[in-house]
């Protein structure tokens, strides 16, 4: 499926399952899963390289389809098909009753999973820093990076939707936080010493929220592809 477009969603591997009517129980057991798949993408992404390249490499183990992440400019089209799974490997990863939600989209999944580390780090920071910092600072960062997430999410929303003109500005809006969040974060962690601890965590920080900017910066100009009408044929 590609879930840029609302219209396959009715024509896809997603649909044509019947009635679903799930209780409390299936949901939560549905949510849990979510969550494991949440997990095993941050494995994947600290395991990671780094390189160029490492969040398409992320996908293709996460068997998302390439048009998740479709890049124009980053492949040449007879590379592609190693991005995409097959039919059968799909239909083994998904149950036949089992729906297909927001959670599971791989923009979402990015979303959540990298601003979670940065959320429950940046509470560790906190725990074991002994250096002073002042509690507007503290406030400020996680204001914006609060603020940063809700965008993206609502981005997401909107791009699942195929809303793409509401997708863009969500997403600009999470753009613009995130540069909030790369300069508030010099308040907290000024760069004086870069052999110190405090340097490697900004670093780390910064690694996570420049991977950020790239998913949407990718799916800004693939929204206004959609727009156009210029986007390829699917593969």
Request: aromatic share 12%.
């Amino acid at each position: 499926m590609n879930p840029y477009n609302s219209e396959n969603q009715n024509d896809g591997e997603w649909d044509d399952r019947g009635e679903v009517a799930w209780s409390e129980g299936d949901w939560n057991r549905y949510l849990t899963h979510c969550k494991i798949e949440l997990s095993n993408f941050l494995k994947l992404y600290e395991s990671s390289s780094r390189e160029s390249g490492h969040l398409d490499e992320i996908a293709r183990q996460m068997g998302w389809d390439v048009s998740d992440w479709y890049n124009k400019e980053g492949f040449a089209e007879d590379e592609l098909t190693e991005f995409l799974p097959s039919l059968e490997d799909t239909e083994e990863d998904f149950e036949n009753c089992e729906p297909y939600t927001l959670h599971r989209h791989p923009v979402y999944i990015v979303s959540k999973g990298l601003f979670l580390w940065l959320r429950n780090s940046f509470e560790s920071f906190l725990k074991d820093s002994c250096q002073q910092i002042s509690a507007q600072a503290t406030w400020n960062y996680a204001s914006v990076l609060q603020n940063a997430e809700h965008q993206a999410i609502m981005g997401t929303q909107a791009l699942d939707m195929a809303d793409y003109s509401l997708a863009i500005c969500h997403f600009k809006r999470a753009l613009a936080a995130i540069n909030l969040c790369m300069s508030t974060l010099v308040e907290i962690l000024p760069q004086k010493n870069s052999a110190s601890d405090n340097a490697k965590y900004r670093d780390e920080i910064n690694a996570r929220l420049f991977d950020l900017r790239e998913v949407y910066l990718r799916i800004i100009g693939e929204c206004r592809c959609f727009e156009n009408g210029d986007f390829p044929d699917p593969f």
